[in-house]
Protein backbone atom coordinates (compact mmCIF):
# COMPACT_ATOMS: atom_id res chain seq x y z
CA UNK A 1 0.00 0.00 0.00
CA UNK A 2 1.41 3.35 -1.08
CA UNK A 3 1.17 6.07 1.20
CA UNK A 4 1.44 9.80 0.75
CA UNK A 5 1.29 13.40 1.86
CA UNK A 6 1.82 16.64 0.90
CA UNK A 7 3.16 19.72 2.67
CA UNK A 8 4.79 23.41 1.46
CA UNK A 9 1.66 24.70 -0.09
CA UNK A 10 0.33 28.65 0.59
CA UNK A 11 -0.45 32.15 -0.34
CA UNK A 12 2.61 34.16 -2.08
CA UNK A 13 2.38 36.86 -4.16
CA UNK A 14 2.92 37.05 -8.13
CA UNK A 15 6.71 35.83 -8.98
CA UNK A 16 7.22 34.60 -5.81
CA UNK A 17 8.58 30.63 -4.84
CA UNK A 18 7.07 28.13 -2.71
CA UNK A 19 8.38 24.51 -2.41
CA UNK A 20 6.32 21.46 -1.87
CA UNK A 21 7.02 17.82 -0.28
CA UNK A 22 5.91 14.58 -0.54
CA UNK A 23 6.39 12.30 1.81
CA UNK A 24 5.78 8.56 0.49
CA UNK A 25 5.70 5.14 1.51
CA UNK A 26 5.34 1.57 -0.43
CA UNK A 27 6.21 0.80 -3.51
CA UNK A 28 6.77 4.42 -5.45
CA UNK A 29 8.34 3.48 -9.21
CA UNK A 30 7.21 6.54 -10.81
CA UNK A 31 6.05 10.16 -9.22
CA UNK A 32 4.40 12.90 -10.37
CA UNK A 33 2.75 15.89 -9.26
CA UNK A 34 -1.05 17.42 -10.70
CA UNK A 35 -2.85 20.12 -9.66
CA UNK A 36 -6.45 20.58 -10.40
CA UNK A 37 -8.18 24.41 -10.22
CA UNK A 38 -11.75 25.10 -9.76
CA UNK A 39 -13.92 24.30 -12.66
CA UNK A 40 -10.96 23.13 -14.53
CA UNK A 41 -10.00 18.92 -14.65
CA UNK A 42 -7.06 17.78 -12.93
CA UNK A 43 -3.85 17.94 -15.00
CA UNK A 44 -0.22 16.64 -14.94
CA UNK A 45 2.72 19.41 -13.99
CA UNK A 46 5.64 17.16 -13.58
CA UNK A 47 6.82 13.47 -13.59
CA UNK A 48 9.66 11.34 -12.57
CA UNK A 49 10.50 7.91 -13.62
CA UNK A 50 12.91 5.00 -12.26
CA UNK A 51 15.62 6.47 -14.44
CA UNK A 52 15.49 9.98 -13.45
CA UNK A 53 13.93 11.55 -15.65
CA UNK A 54 11.90 13.96 -16.20
CA UNK A 55 8.75 15.53 -17.82
CA UNK A 56 7.16 19.09 -17.10
CA UNK A 57 3.95 20.83 -18.34
CA UNK A 58 4.45 23.35 -20.80
CA UNK A 59 3.20 25.91 -18.78
CA UNK A 60 5.33 25.39 -15.95
CA UNK A 61 8.53 24.44 -17.90
CA UNK A 62 11.35 26.72 -16.83
CA UNK A 63 9.38 27.77 -13.87
CA UNK A 64 9.16 24.32 -11.83
CA UNK A 65 11.63 21.52 -11.04
CA UNK A 66 10.42 17.99 -9.62
CA UNK A 67 13.14 16.11 -7.75
CA UNK A 68 12.98 13.32 -5.58
CA UNK A 69 15.30 12.03 -2.37
CA UNK A 70 15.61 8.29 -2.43
CA UNK A 71 17.33 8.19 0.95
CA UNK A 72 14.23 10.23 2.37
CA UNK A 73 11.65 8.75 0.06
CA UNK A 74 10.66 12.41 -0.34
CA UNK A 75 9.13 13.62 -3.75
CA UNK A 76 9.64 17.59 -4.22
CA UNK A 77 8.65 20.60 -6.46
CA UNK A 78 10.50 23.49 -6.44
CA UNK A 79 7.82 26.56 -8.08
CA UNK A 80 9.67 29.47 -9.28
CA UNK A 81 8.23 32.75 -11.10
CA UNK A 82 4.25 31.79 -10.22
CA UNK A 83 1.68 33.13 -11.39
CA UNK A 84 -1.70 33.49 -10.26
CA UNK A 85 -3.01 31.02 -12.74
CA UNK A 86 -0.88 28.16 -10.99
CA UNK A 87 -3.07 28.49 -8.40
CA UNK A 88 -4.73 25.00 -7.72
CA UNK A 89 -5.09 22.38 -5.33
CA UNK A 90 -1.57 20.16 -5.79
CA UNK A 91 -1.16 16.39 -4.91
CA UNK A 92 1.61 14.05 -5.45
CA UNK A 93 0.93 11.05 -7.05
CA UNK A 94 2.75 8.06 -6.81
CA UNK A 95 2.17 4.84 -10.05
CA UNK A 96 3.46 1.32 -8.64
CA UNK A 97 4.36 0.02 -11.70
CA UNK A 98 6.90 1.37 -15.13
CA UNK A 99 6.37 3.66 -16.75
CA UNK A 100 8.16 7.01 -18.02
CA UNK A 101 7.66 10.86 -17.14
CA UNK A 102 6.45 11.35 -20.00
CA UNK A 103 3.79 9.13 -19.96
CA UNK A 104 2.70 9.58 -16.65
CA UNK A 105 1.69 13.27 -17.23
CA UNK A 106 -1.20 11.52 -19.22
CA UNK A 107 -1.98 8.88 -17.50
CA UNK A 108 -5.38 7.83 -16.45
CA UNK A 109 -5.83 8.74 -12.66
CA UNK A 110 -6.49 4.98 -11.51
CA UNK A 111 -3.46 3.94 -12.29
CA UNK A 112 -1.74 6.21 -9.18
CA UNK A 113 -1.88 6.56 -5.38
CA UNK A 114 -2.91 10.58 -4.44
CA UNK A 115 -2.51 12.08 -1.17
CA UNK A 116 -4.64 14.50 0.00
CA UNK A 117 -3.52 17.68 -1.74
CA UNK A 118 -1.96 20.98 -0.82
CA UNK A 119 -3.72 24.25 -1.59
CA UNK A 120 -1.18 26.96 -3.84
CA UNK A 121 -2.84 30.39 -3.90
CA UNK A 122 -0.83 33.07 -6.24
CA UNK A 123 -2.33 36.73 -6.09
CA UNK A 124 -1.21 39.36 -8.42
Known amino acids: QVQLQESGGGSVQSGGSLKLSCAAS?????MAWFRQAPGKEREGVAA???????SYADSVKGRFTISQDNAKNTLYLQMNSLKPEDTAMYYC?????????????????????WGQGTQVTVSS
Open 48 to 54: IDSDGST
Open 93 to 113: AAAPLRMTAIQALGAPPKLFY
Open 26 to 30: GDTRC
